[in-house]
């Protein structure tokens, strides 16, 4: 898979409030009310992840999670991180 260019991530990144690209990774900041809603919410993302064979990285920061998503193989963010993302961005949602 190809990585998106920079015009490309511009406009993805429109229908995609939240999301934001830093050092060639798609990335968002998902604040809870309590630390384990977060964590019940990073379970729901690994099941994701798991169906889609695409895995982002995750960190913990007590009530706020930050998802980063980039395609390893192929070295930067494709249509792969665009599709999990809007996957996330819809369980957050719900
Ligand atoms: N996750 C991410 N984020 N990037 C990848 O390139 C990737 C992955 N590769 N999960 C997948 C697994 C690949 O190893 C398997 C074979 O599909």
Redesign the pocket.
């Known amino acids: 898979?190809i990585p998106l260019t920079a015009n490309e991530l511009e406009q993805r990144l429109h229908a995609l409030p939240g999301w934001r690209v830093s050092e060639q990774q798609l990335t968002h900041t998902f604040e809870f009310k309590e630390f384990l809603a977060g964590i019940r919410f990073v379970d729901e993302v690994a099941k994701l992840?798991e169906a889609?064979?695409?895995?982002?990285?995750i960190d913990i920061r007590y009530t706020k999670i930050i998802i980063h998503?980039?395609?390893?193989?192929?070295g930067g963010i494709t249509e792969?991180?665009f599709s999990?993302a809007t996957e996330i961005t819809a369980l957050f949602a719900r």
């Open positions: 898979m992840a889609a064979a695409h895995h982002p990285d998503l980039s395609t390893h193989d192929a792969k991180d999990l």
